[in-house]
């Protein structure tokens, strides 16, 4: 089974609309991200969280919710979507590998998000 | 801010050497990662090094460098048809706290049969 699983993996929605999507992760860590990747743009954090009581903007947070409902678990909401929010967004959580850096990122398989 | 930058595209041929580059700005990154991007898939770890070495090596893949410069490369011997995918060099400046992951815009690796 896969250690970080993201629902729906693919959506098209209007302008308008409130979407979430949603993050879980069986790898046990306290951090988790959401990020969109955009062709040309590689990867740019949205949002990020160190646990459930610890939850701070990225680069590009405006439009943008999360809720971190408990350690395994990390929405992302768009209140009100826009054409330009169209994207591949990533949800990724981060731990140690043995021996190794901190901030390895593990990455869920991504949700395709198109707004018309 | 920091800054990564990667060629967009590459292509070579199956068996050949691929050698994908990437530069940095941030004199402080402490680790530097290259991460493989299947398609339909998320970006999966490949390998890291850290900043105070000058070369890593494990099977086909070859991490070189070069700190004076702020370039990180990524060779892969004997490149696979299934080493299609996009890569992408990323740097941090420290462990255990956050520190920020800063990614470069990735390199689609395309091998020709």
């Given at each position: 089974?896969?250690?970080?699983?993201?629902?729906?993996?693919?959506?098209?929605?209007?302008?308008?609309?409130?979407?979430?999507?949603?993050?879980?992760?069986?790898?046990?860590?306290?951090?988790?991200?959401?990020?969109?990747?955009?062709?040309?743009?590689?990867?740019?954090?949205?949002?990020?969280?160190?646990?459930?009581?610890?939850?701070?903007?990225?680069?590009?947070?405006?439009?943008?919710?999360?809720?971190?409902?408990?350690?395994?678990?990390?929405?992302?909401?768009?209140?009100?979507?826009?054409?330009?929010?169209?994207?591949?967004?990533?949800?990724?959580?981060?731990?140690?590998?043995?021996?190794?850096p901190g901030n390895?990122?593990?990455?869920?398989?991504?949700?395709?998000?198109?707004?018309? | 801010?920091?800054?990564?930058?990667?060629?967009?595209?590459?292509?070579?041929?199956?068996?050949?050497?691929?050698?994908?580059?990437?530069?940095?700005?941030?004199?402080s990154s402490t680790y530097?990662?290259?991460?493989?991007?299947?398609?339909?898939?998320?970006?999966?770890?490949?390998?890291?090094?850290?900043?105070?070495?000058?070369?890593?090596?494990?099977?086909?893949?070859?991490?070189?460098?070069?700190?004076?410069?702020?370039?990180?490369?990524?060779?892969?011997?004997?490149?696979?048809?299934?080493?299609?995918?996009?890569?992408?060099?990323?740097e941090s400046n420290g462990s255990g706290g956050y520190q920020k992951v800063t990614?470069?815009?990735?390199?689609?690796?395309?091998?020709?049969?």
């Amino acid at each position: 089974d896969a250690d970080v699983t993201q629902t729906p993996r693919n959506r098209i929605t209007k302008t308008g609309k409130r979407i979430m999507l949603e993050c879980s992760q069986t790898k046990g860590h306290d951090r988790m991200y959401w990020y969109r990747q955009d062709p040309g743009l590689g990867l740019r954090l949205i949002y990020y969280s160190f646990d459930v009581k610890d939850i701070n903007k990225g680069e590009i947070s405006d439009g943008y919710s999360v809720s971190r409902q408990a350690q395994a678990k990390f929405s992302l909401s768009l209140e009100s979507a826009i054409p330009n929010q169209t994207a591949l967004y990533f949800c990724a959580t981060s731990g140690r590998l043995a021996g190794g850096p901190g901030n390895e990122q593990f990455f869920g398989p991504g949700t395709r998000l198109t707004v018309l | 801010g920091e800054d990564v930058e990667q060629s967009l595209f590459l292509s070579v041929r199956e068996g050949d050497s691929s050698v994908i580059n990437c530069t940095y700005t941030d004199s402080s990154s402490t680790y530097l990662y290259w991460y493989k991007q299947e398609p339909g898939a998320g970006l999966q770890l490949l390998t890291y090094i850290f900043s105070n070495m000058d070369m890593k090596q494990d099977q086909r893949l070859t991490v070189l460098l070069n700190k004076k410069d702020k370039h990180l490369s990524l060779r892969i011997a004997d490149t696979q048809t299934g080493d299609s995918a996009i890569y992408f060099c990323a740097e941090s400046n420290g462990s255990g706290g956050y520190q920020k992951v800063t990614f470069g815009t990735g390199t689609k690796l395309q091998v020709i049969p």
